[in-house]
Nanobody
Framework: VQLQASGRGLVQAGGSLRLSCAAS????????MGWYRQAPGKQRELVAQ???????NYPVSVKGRFTISGDNAKRMVYLQMNSLKPEDTAVYYC????????WGQGTQVTVSS
């Protein structure tokens, strides 16, 4: 599985940004896809997940502000981020999970105050 993320950007607090992740290769039996983020000096954390049956999961820190969606036909996963805060600044990584996690390259999101 190969994952290509796009949509990096610099936005002001309160703004919005959409990240995209394109999947290619052998993607059958993918259980879920989503996004993690990692801020400097912090552990990588899950910010959004969508399962194969369309169930979505978010941590409290982003719930109500971030929305994950998928387009199976296009093999795309999107992360719509609204009401961005400076603490959302991080490198965002898309992933796909089968028996192991596959990772895309990180994309930088910077939110200025």
């Amino acid at each position: 599985v190969q994952l290509q993320a796009s949509g990096r950007g610099l936005v002001q607090a309160g703004g919005s940004l959409r990240l995209s992740c394109a999947a290619s290769g052998t993607i059958f039996s993918i259980k879920n896809m989503g996004w993690y983020r990692q801020a400097p000096g912090k552990q990588r954390e899950l910010v959004a997940q969508i399962t194969s049956d369309g169930t979505t999961n978010y941590p409290v820190s982003v719930k109500g502000r971030f929305t994950i969606s998928g387009d199976n036909a296009k093999r795309m996963v999107y992360l719509q981020m609204n009401s961005l805060k400076p603490e959302d600044t991080a490198v965002y990584y898309c992933y796909a999970e089968r028996n192991v996690k596959y990772w895309g390259q990180g994309t930088q999101v910077t939110v200025s105050s």
